[in-house]
């Protein structure tokens, strides 16, 4: 089935993606968060703990996503994904509310995999 395979191969990506973005967060927190539309507070180093939070979580929520492919679990996959949408959703409004450039919450949004909705762009149809 070649369109299950396209999809799953999108989800693996953007799953990699995913852990990718979390684990920049993790090894230069400020450069992350520059680029995400939220200039870091740092006085010192105090902000850091708080962007390793997101880091982790952005690791987390890729992994999840990596079992269930590992797993062979479209069904729940296609469950978890426009889930785990909501995530750059709530990402968009704190950028947005922090004074942060919209070009910016579009540009994170469309890294991610998402579209400019907030939904993943991986196909949803997995469950075949």
Do not use: Q
């Amino acid at each position: 089935m070649l369109g299950t395979d396209i999809g799953y191969a999108l989800a693996g990506l953007t799953a990699v993606g995913t852990i990718f973005i979390g684990a920049r967060f993790l090894l230069a927190p400020s450069a992350a968060a520059a680029g995400f539309g939220i200039a870091a507070w740092h006085d010192g180093e105090k902000a850091d703990p708080y962007l390793s939070v997101k880091g982790v979580r952005d690791i987390a929520s890729g992994l999840i996503a990596v079992i269930l492919l590992a797993a062979r679990m479209p069904h729940v996959l296609s469950w978890f994904e426009p889930a785990a949408s909501t995530i750059p959703i709530g990402d968009a409004i704190i950028v947005l509310r922090s004074n942060g450039p919209k070009a910016t919450r579009l540009r994170r949004a469309r890294r991610d995999g998402r579209s400019v909705a907030g939904h993943r762009r991986a196909p949803i149809h997995l469950t075949t």
